[in-house]
C-alpha cells in the first residue's frame, strides 16, 4: 500500500443468521485457458446473506470461513488460531461497526479449491461470534482480499459457485468494468435517487446496504426505523430508511431498503478515501461480479 495504516481495516460487514455450506467442488476448464475449478457455496442466513467457502490452512480442513470483500485482511477467530497454534502480535484496534482489540499473525498455506496462497498474513480477532451463537455453525474466519487480490475472482450469485484465476495484467476477463483505486476495500462510484456519484464499498459480507448518515442528509432521506448491527466491535444502534434507486455501473436496484449508520467516517479516515455507503447482498445477490484485482476493476452481469 503506498499509506500508513494506524488502526486496521478487518470487518466492515453486518453479520447475520447462516446455515451450513455444501462443500463439494466441481471440475471446469476457463476461457483464459488456464485449469480452474469451480468452488460451490451457499447463500446462508435468514435472508441468504452470506457466502461461506471450504478452505485448508498448513494442510488442514476443511474449515468453515465467510468469503468476504468487506475485509482487507483474512480473519482468524482467537480460539481457531490459537488451536492452529498461529503466532501473533497485538497490533492498533481493528475497525468494524465499532473497534476491537486485533493481533497479526501468518500462515504457511490458506487454501481456497485448488488456489493457495503461501505466507499469507492473518489478523486474529473477535466478530463472528455472535453468528457462531446463533447458528451452531463452526465458523473459523473471514477470508479477506489480500487473498483474493492473487486471482481474478468471479461470484457467481445465481448459480452459487466461486472461479478463482490466478491474476494477470493482461487479462481481459472483468477488464471492462468499473475501476477502483489502490485502497484497502473495493470502492466503487454508486448513484443514489439519480444523484452522487458516492463512494461505496463492495461488501460480499454485508447483509444489507449500508449509507452513511451524511449521505442520508444530503439526499434528504428520513429514518427512524431503529435498527441493531452486529460485527468487529459488537453491537452497534442504526435506523433504516427507503430510497428509489441505486445504480452501480449499468446496473439499478429499484426501491431497496438502506441501512444508515455513523461508522464510515472513521473507516473513511482509516483508508484514505470517503466511504458514503457498503454495496452489500440485497443488491449483489442479483448479479454475477467478476473483480479483476490486477487491473482494479469489477463487472457486474
Keep these: 500500500m503506498n499509506f500508513r495504516i494506524t488502526r486496521v481495516v478487518v470487518k466492515i460487514g ?21 485449469m480452474t475449478f469451480k468452488i460451490p457455496f451457499e447463500l446462508v442466513g435468514t435472508n441468504k446473506t452470506h457466502i461461506v467457502v471450504p478452505v ?61 496462497v503461501s505466507n499469507l498474513k492473518v489478523y486474529v480477532a473477535e466478530g463472528l461470534e455472535s453468528v457462531k451463537k446463533a447458528t451452531g455453525i463452526d465458523l473459523k474466519g473471514a477470508v479477506g482480499l489480500n487473498f483474493m487480490r492473487h486471482f481474478i ?17 493482461n487479462s481481459t476477463l472483468g477488464a471492462a468494468g468499473v475501476h477502483f483505486p489502490k485502497k484497502d476495500l473495493i470502492v466503487i462510484p454508486v448513484l443514489v435517487n439519480g444523484r452522487g456519484p458516492y463512494n ?25 426505523d431503529a435498527a441493531t448491527l452486529s460485527g468487529v466491535g459488537g ?30 467516517t472513521p473507516l473513511s479516515q482509516e483508508i484514505g478515501i470517503r466511504i458514503d455507503g457498503l454495496l452489500g447482498q440485497p443488491f ?11 487491473r482494479r476493476t469489477i463487472t457486474l452481469k
Design 14 to 34: 453486518l453479520i447475520l443468521a447462516m446455515a451450513l455450506p455444501s462443500l463439494a467442488q466441481t471440475k471446469t476448464t476457463s476461457s483464459e485457458k488456464t
Design 56 to 116: 485448508f490452512i498448513d494442510g488442514k480442513g476443511p474449515f468453515q470461513f465467510l468469503f468476504d470483500t468487506g475485509a482487507a485482511t483474512t480473519i482468524l477467530l482467537p480460539d481457531f488460531a490459537r488451536e492452529l497454534k498461529v503466532k501473533s502480535r497485538p497490533i492498533d484496534d481493528a475497525i468494524g461497526v465499532g473497534t476491537a482489540r486485533a493481533y497479526e499473525g501468518k500462515v504457511s498455506s490458506f487454501s481456497l479449491g485448488k488456489n493457495k
Design 153 to 169: 475472482v468471479t461470484i457467481n450469485y445465481p448459480d452459487e459457485f466461486l472461479r478463482l484465476v490466478p491474476g494477470q495484467r
Design 200 to 224: 461505496f464499498a463492495v461488501e460480499t459480507g454485508a447483509g444489507g446496504i449500508v449509507i452513511s448518515n451524511e449521505t442520508a442528509l444530503a439526499l434528504g432521506l428520513k429514518h427512524d
Design 235 to 264: 453491537l452497534k444502534a442504526a435506523t433504516r430508511a427507503k430510497i428509489d434507486t441505486l445504480e452501480a455501473g449499468t446496473k439499478t436496484l429499484q426501491n431497496p431498503r438502506v441501512v444508515v449508520v455513523d461508522f464510515l
Design 284 to 294: 449483489l445477490k442479483n448479479f454475477t461480479l467478476v473483480i479483476n484485482f490486477p
